[in-house]
């Protein structure tokens, strides 16, 4: 199909702002950082001969990706569990502390207003101390704010913790997003990029056994099983914010563990691509451009669907009179699949492009199988549905990040992308609020599974329309 909407569209090749000249000379440093915070890796690019580089090329790219992914990833994964152990916590907190489900659902969403709130100040704060510098405070500070919630008597002081949990973690993704931009050019930083997100489903894979078995701890030195869990799984982050201090340097140039020749040829290629660089456009045509809020509303759609099923599934597997040490394992089911359904998928992406077509089949998908699920009283046939469903929500956000790079470029880039992601993000708080809402108001998690399933459904007609705009490409 042909394009019939032409504002702001870019030429082929990858925009991307003079990140090095910006991160010297400090010029300019709201608007360059944020272009260089959330245009990079969203490009798509080919992938395996086609990406032009050379055997030294990708030998001493592979050799920063070992030195650098694993950790960031890492703290990525502790990034998802401290965000959403809350849901296994639930499982003693709500009743010692007297929470309705909706006064959980409200506290367990309410951390993506303080993340969306300082999303922007966190990043441009990045930019003026250095994204080593920065990622290590976020890191610290969230590790606490983490541990801090085994404190809360009630819901005010909940909601409150959980409020300052997003303030903290605010700016760590695009940080990692700037701080790629570094050390990978475009034709290599897709590959990085997938091995970095992959922790999501991994954190939610292996947290869930971890956090129950934590809260078998219960009574230990006077303290309940759950605020032993927030403690214990708050405290890696700090440790990985001071790792991090001392491991990473923000440029290639400052890398003693790269020989000089190695240095150089990656220096070489960063600039090769800095000097690619073409006109950009101002936010306004981002703002004008009805694919903006199409997008921004896809990924509101998905993320309500993902952190509404996440959160709530200990509880839902809990109502079918699942033991508590063995709800973390049976949760982790759909996490194992979602994992290796998320590789498979954003792989065949790759090699077959058609972003809009695979994005709205994931959103089908994950729609049908929550309604599937609400027929299916069994355990098992249910939570095959889930899994089913997380497949297509963790794959949709895998192959929507593909598609904003397509159309922006510049400055509309930055505050499109910026918008699309903070209106996403807000996803993340409707998501478990509502399911809390319904829960309490018709007595049964049927009602949310349902608002949740259709919302995905809408998401995917939206995704359909976008081929009036752009390829389907």
């Not at 790269?258 to 600039?271: C, H, I, P, T, W």
């Not at 498979?344 to 992406?349: D, E, G, I, K, S």
Request: glycine fraction near 10%; include cysteine; charged fraction near 10%.
């Amino acid at each position: 199909m042909r394009r019939v909407w032409s504002a702001a569209e870019p030429r082929r090749h990858r925009v991307l702002p003079a990140v090095d000249q910006a991160a010297e000379s400090n010029k300019n440093n709201s608007e360059s950082f944020i272009m260089a915070t959330v245009t990079p890796s969203l490009r798509a690019q080919p992938q395996g001969s086609a990406d032009g580089l050379s055997a030294p090329q990708r030998r001493v790219l592979h050799k920063a990706a070992w030195r650098l992914i694993p950790l960031l990833a890492l703290a990525y994964f502790f990034n998802y569990l401290d965000r959403t152990s809350v849901g296994y916590a639930a499982l003693q907190m709500t009743d010692q502390l007297g929470l309705t489900a909706a006064q959980f659902g409200l506290g367990a969403g309410i951390m993506f207003i303080g993340y969306c709130l300082c999303e922007v100040p966190s990043n441009l704060a990045m930019f003026r101390f250095g994204a080593r510098l920065w990622m290590a405070r976020i890191m610290i500070t969230w590790g606490m704010a983490a541990a801090a919630t085994a404190l809360v008597v009630g819901p005010y002081s909940f909601y409150l913790v959980r409020f300052v949990l997003g303030v903290a973690e605010a700016g760590f993704f695009p940080g990692v997003i700037f701080f790629l931009t570094l050390w990978f050019p475009a034709q290599y930083r897709t590959r990085v990029l997938a091995w970095f997100t992959v922790a999501t489903p991994v954190s939610f894979l292996v947290g869930g056994p971890l956090s129950v078995w934590l809260l078998q701890l219960h009574g230990w030195l006077g303290l309940a099983g759950w605020q032993w869990m927030f403690v214990i799984e708050g405290i890696p982050a700090c440790i990985l914010g001071l790792i991090t201090l001392k491991v990473l340097v923000n440029r290639p140039t400052q890398a003693n563990w790269l020989s000089a020749e190695e240095r150089e040829v990656l220096e070489g290629l960063l600039a090769e691509e800095q000097s690619r660089d073409t006109k950009s456009h101002g936010f306004s045509a981002a703002l004008k451009d009805p694919r903006v809020w199409i997008l921004s509303s896809i990924t509101f759609s998905f993320t309500l669907g993902s952190y509404g099923i996440g959160i709530w599934l200990p509880q839902m597997i809990k109502a079918h009179g699942i033991d508590i040490s063995l709800i973390g394992w049976i949760a982790a089911i759909p996490y194992f699949f979602s994992t290796i359904g998320l590789l498979l998928w954003a792989r065949h992406v790759d090699r077959t492009g058609k972003g809009i077509l695979h994005l709205t089949l994931a959103l089908v998908l994950a729609g049908t199988a929550l309604l599937l699920a609400l027929q299916l009283d069994a355990l098992i046939p249910a939570l095959a549905g889930m899994t089913m469903a997380l497949v297509g929500t963790i794959s949709a956000k895998t192959i929507f990040y593909t598609l904003p790079g397509k159309f922006l470029s510049g400055q509309a880039a930055a505050g499109g992308i910026a918008l699309i992601n903070s209106i996403g993000a807000f996803g993340g708080f409707v998501g478990p609020y509502l399911m809390g809402f319904l829960k309490e108001f018709t007595g049964s998690f049927t009602a949310g599974l349902m608002a949740m399933g259709c919302v995905l459904f809408v998401a995917a007609l939206m995704t359909l329309s976008l081929r009036f705009f752009m390829d389907d490409a």
